[in-house]
């Protein structure tokens, strides 16, 4: 990898615990997590890569368009994540935070719905406190200052969490939100998964800093850079960043120091501008299995009920997507739908004209 | 300082009184809806139109941000999903060319790319328009650019009634509004405002000078053009109807092909460049829909393919009322 040695702990010193879950699955300096919230995050990683497999098989199958998988991210998604209590919270991914979301409280019907096209299943359901994903890169960025800036306007004691990567840190929409979260002094929590690459740009030529949570200094707020790998480091600084939000502290960024070890999407083809050496050197130090080796380690689940809980996982993802699939198609003039409370008089009648196309 | 207009009585104001006045009855109405921006706070606007509103509502409600259009637009998306109904100021239209991402792309289409979940009752309020002698980019007239994003209304003014009237319906739209305030009539145009409780809805045109032998279309500050225009056409024995649209989207269709079936022709007039520009949405949607009704093709009249220039020679730019008067002398005599 050409990234810099991770120097563990902060940017700003005042805003980390030394809690570390190292390769081998030994964890040293504080256990930031209980067994249950290890054990819950052990099950969303094996999920998300349950999620990443079917749906790049149902892509290969043409019945999912498109499909960016987390590989290599688990931890730094998952342990930021659940930080956030789903029915105070509020949660604003990108497009590479598939285990959030759905621990956010998306149900996975939803979640598989919007993947395969059946678009009236697709929706956020009420109550669950979740934008949509982004595709457009940092847009989602003054959303969730301005979502914060209402939990803070309204006097609810309540955090937003925001994702973005380290190419989403080179756009305007970076700069102008944190700066406004800075200043409005919000309860936000910018998450930067920095995985080394926007699509083919490595990190080195997205910036001439060596650190991305450096640039927290220049928007008032405490920045930390952390192992993205390291469950406990990721939790343990979004824990203590959501809960400096929640007690008026203002706004954190996050720098979750990881690796794309998959392909930014199913279009694309990471052998054309990176050596297999890196990937394979990433895959040594993958996240999931520091956590699978120190639940091993310590009793949390026998070799048994691990194989037993991986088969469940798979199997209740194999049920959903069956059960997405027969889910009915959606109608032509469903593009019509929630464009506006009314529909003006021409876009009323190109509707008509679209239902009267489809139907011959 | 201006106080909140609850009366229903008829007050003369000028369109800047009557922006104010709504913004000061819709902020009392619904403690929920707050005004920010650049400068519209302790300032009250460098055109002073949200003055005393920090007074009056404090600064919770009514205040200033970072000078950065993209995060202020942004940022209201956010403030709308967390119940809040936001009233952003962008100081100039032509200063969106910096947010137009979050307009167009973002704000517009969240009722939709959330599918329903999110909707978004945001109304931007911007100045726009030529003849003020702004410096670059002050005046450029990019209200059109928006119809191309679907999902935000445009609305534009002309007198103060309707600035009153729409300012309200904008702000308790569920749907996003961008609100095009005609920065050289702010203090020039003034007229009655009768304050509505149920305003019509948008989407409707208005015959604001009736005639017969050819309709002038326009929106904004263009409409006064052709208000001028029609009195000089009137002295040469050419009677003229101005039609004010009042919104682009939604566009009053049927108002439009009736305005211009009635007299058979049309000049439709803009200050943005001709090319592209929405006249020839006008253009196109009368002669696909009132065809054979026309006695002579529809004319544009519209700012020059350049870029906006300086001050000193921005009525070479401008649509004038030589050209309009010239323009519909031609639709008529041929």
Not at chain 1, 82 to 94: G, I
Request: charged share 20%.
């Amino acid at each position: 990898m050409t990234q810099q040695p991770i120097e563990a702990g902060a940017v700003d010193s005042t805003v980390t615990r030394d809690a570390r879950l190292g390769a081998d699955g030994v964890a040293s300096g504080d256990a930031p997590m209980s067994r249950e919230q290890v054990l819950e995050a052990y099950r969303l990683m094996l999920q998300s890569q349950a999620i990443d497999d079917l749906a790049i098989k149902l892509q290969r199958l043409k019945r999912v368009g498109l499909y960016a998988p987390v590989q290599g991210q688990e931890a730094a998604v998952v342990g930021s994540a659940l930080a956030l209590d789903p029915r105070r919270d509020w949660l604003v991914p990108a497009s590479r935070e598939q285990p959030a979301m759905i621990r956010h409280g998306l149900p996975l019907v939803n979640f598989f719905a919007g993947y395969m096209g059946r678009l009236d299943s697709a929706g956020i359901p009420e109550g669950v406190k979740l934008l949509p994903r982004q595709q457009a890169i940092a847009a989602q960025l003054p959303h969730a200052a301005g979502l914060a800036w209402a939990m803070k306007l309204r006097k609810e004691r309540a955090a937003v969490m925001v994702y973005c990567g380290d190419g989403a840190s080179s756009e305007g929409d970076f700069h102008e939100s944190l700066n406004l979260a800075g200043v409005m002094h919000v309860p936000l929590v910018v998450v930067v998964i920095n995985n080394q690459y926007a699509i083919s740009t490595p990190f080195h030529k997205q910036t001439a800093a060596q650190s991305l949570a450096s640039r927290a200094i220049g928007y008032g707020m405490p920045g930390i850079a952390v192992d993205g790998n390291d469950l406990f480091a990721v939790y343990a600084a979004s824990d203590d960043a959501v809960r400096r939000a929640l007690d008026g502290g203002g706004p954190t960024l996050i720098e979750c120091r990881t690796y794309r070890v998959g392909f930014h999407n199913t279009s694309d083809n990471p052998n054309d501008y990176r050596e297999q050496e890196e990937v394979s050197a990433a895959l040594a130090d993958d996240p999931t299995t520091r956590v699978e080796r120190y639940v091993l380690a310590q009793g949390l689940l026998s070799p048994g009920a691990m194989a037993q809980l991986k088969v469940e996982i798979r199997a209740e993802l194999d049920a959903v997507q069956r059960s997405v699939a027969d889910l009915p198609r959606p109608e032509a003039d469903f593009i019509f739908q929630n464009v506006y409370d009314v529909l003006p008089a021409r876009t009323e009648q190109q509707r008509a004209e679209t239902v009267k196309e489809d139907r011959r | 300082m201006q106080e909140p207009q609850t009366v229903a009585a008829a007050e003369d104001m000028s369109i800047l009184e009557a922006i104010r006045a709504a913004l000061f009855a819709e902020m009392a109405r619904d403690e929920r809806v707050l005004v920010f921006g650049m400068d519209v706070g302790t300032l009250g606007g460098v055109f002073r139109v949200t003055q005393g509103l920090q007074q009056h509502f404090g600064g919770d409600r009514v205040f200033d941000t970072p000078l950065a259009e993209g995060a202020i637009v942004g940022a209201s998306v956010g403030l709308a999903i967390g119940g809040m109904i936001p009233v952003p100021e962008i100081q100039f239209l032509g200063f969106t060319y910096q947010a137009f991402h979050q307009i167009g792309p973002q704000l517009a289409r969240f009722r939709s790319r959330s599918r329903g979940r999110y909707p978004m009752p945001v109304t931007i309020r911007a100045p726009d328009g030529g003849g003020v002698r702004t410096p670059e980019f002050h005046a450029d007239a990019v209200e059109s650019q928006f119809t191309q994003t679907p999902g935000i209304k445009i609305v534009c003014p002309a007198f103060p009634d309707d600035a009153r009237n729409m300012l309200s319906m904008a702000i308790r739209d569920p749907d996003p509004v961008l609100f095009v305030e005609p920065q050289r009539l702010y203090r020039t145009v003034r007229g009655p405002v009768t304050v509505r409780d149920d305003p019509l809805p948008f989407g409707r045109a208005r015959i604001v000078r009736q005639g017969s032998d050819v309709t002038l279309i326009a929106w904004s500050a263009a409409v006064h053009l052709c208000l001028t225009a029609a009195s000089e056409l009137q002295s040469a024995g050419i009677s003229a109807s101005v039609l004010d649209l009042r919104t682009l989207v939604p566009l009053d269709v049927a108002g439009l092909v009736q305005a211009v079936t009635s007299t058979g022709r049309a000049v439709v007039v803009h200050e943005a460049p001709l090319t592209g520009g929405f006249g020839a949405e006008i253009s196109a949607t009368l002669h696909e829909e009132a065809f054979l009704s026309l006695d002579s093709p529809v004319i544009r009249v519209g700012g020059r393919d350049v870029p906006y220039p300086p001050g000193a020679l921005e009525d070479a730019f401008l649509p004038t009322v030589p050209r309009i008067v010239s323009a519909a002398r031609k639709a008529v005599e041929g």
